[in-house]
């Protein structure tokens, strides 16, 4: 093995590190660059106003509650660029803060401390709006909502239910 030959990931909010095999033949995966003249926040509220091709404003019941789900900690992916814009959305479709529940969908995941609930939402949303946790070992959390073809009862939590 190559001395010096690592494989970094990012994993909540720190780093794994792993050795790397000198026969692997490693590819990196880049993104293209941003279009010229479009910033990242016009990007993602374009992206968030029709998503699909459809209007999202549109699609929501003001009378409705409304339940958002969150990626946990482990699965970090610009929710707190993300959540704030959306919310914006729901604001201007006339849905109160009081009909909003946001609910970590971390499935068999560890739960998360508050402090890392709030650096995912940040304290302004955090302290808003109601938030909870899935709780994959907590039987009263979830509800079956159906079977497989293999006999495997599918739960759900209840909320999302």
């Known amino acids: 093995m190559n001395a010096g030959r690592t494989l970094e990931l990012r994993y909540g909010s720190g780093v794994h590190t792993a050795a790397v ?3 692997w033949r490693l590819r990196y995966l880049r993104t293209d660059p941003s279009p010229v003249g479009r910033s990242e926040d016009d990007i993602i509220t374009e992206m968030l106003r029709t998503p699909y091709g ?3 404003r549109g699609f929501l019941q003001p009378s409705a509650p409304l339940l958002i789900l969150i990626p946990d900690k482990t699965r970090r992916c ?4 993300l959540l704030p814009r ?5 604001h ?3 849905i109160p803060p009081e009909h909003i529940h946001l609910l970590f969908a971390s499935g068999t995941h560890p739960a998360q401390t508050e402090e890392e609930q709030r ?3 940040g304290s302004v949303v955090y302290e808003t709006y109601q938030v909870s946790e899935h709780d994959a070992s ?3 959390a979830c509800v079956e909502v159906g079977i497989t073809r293999f006999g495997t009862p599918v ?3 209840r909320l999302v239910a």
């Open 54 to 56: 459809q209007s999202l």
């Open 92 to 94: 201007d479709a006339g």
């Open 78 to 81: 610009g929710t707190e660029m």
């Open 119 to 121: 650096s995912i939402l």
């Open 21 to 23: 095999p000198s026969r």
């Open 86 to 90: 959306l919310l914006e959305i729901v």
């Open 138 to 140: 907590d039987e009263n």
């Open 155 to 157: 739960r759900v939590n």
